[in-house]
């Protein structure tokens, strides 16, 4: 059994920064990508970030060269630092995990992420 738990998030002035965090646990070994989608109220969920075992890494178009996402090894998680937060980029951001980033067979619960104007 896999268990993936979020962290971090919250409240920040547009031009702010946000740090999320994800550990993995259990069977992981299983898990090649970990990452985050995202949703907005009324949008469709899109995919933020992801990280492969290999080290490497994709991101949406929206949000590159302002987010980082890396690979805590002897925690077995990732973290997504956000740098320049937009408005724009306030939604619930869901970590997960699974072979492929288009195979996210694992979920962390969701860490809301909101930025002012």
């Known amino acids: 059994q896999v268990r993936l738990v979020g962290s971090g998030g919250g409240f920040v002035q547009a031009g702010g920064s946000l740090r999320l965090s994800c550990a993995a646990s259990?069977?992981?070994?299983?898990?090649?990508?970990m990452g985050w989608y995202r949703q907005a109220p009324g949008k469709q969920r899109e995919l933020v970030a992801f990280?492969?075992?290999?080290?490497?890494?994709n991101y949406a178009e929206s949000v590159k060269g302002r987010f980082t996402i890396s690979r805590d090894g002897a925690n077995n998680a990732v973290n997504l630092q956000m740098n320049r937060l937009k408005p724009e980029d306030t939604a619930l951001y869901s970590c997960?995990?699974?072979?492929?980033?288009?195979?996210?067979?694992?979920w962390g619960q969701g860490t809301q992420v909101t930025v002012s104007s």
């Open positions: 990280i492969t075992f290999a080290g490497r890494t």
């Open positions: 259990g069977s992981s070994s299983t898990i090649n990508v």
């Open positions: 997960m995990g699974g072979p492929d980033y288009y195979i996210p067979n694992y």
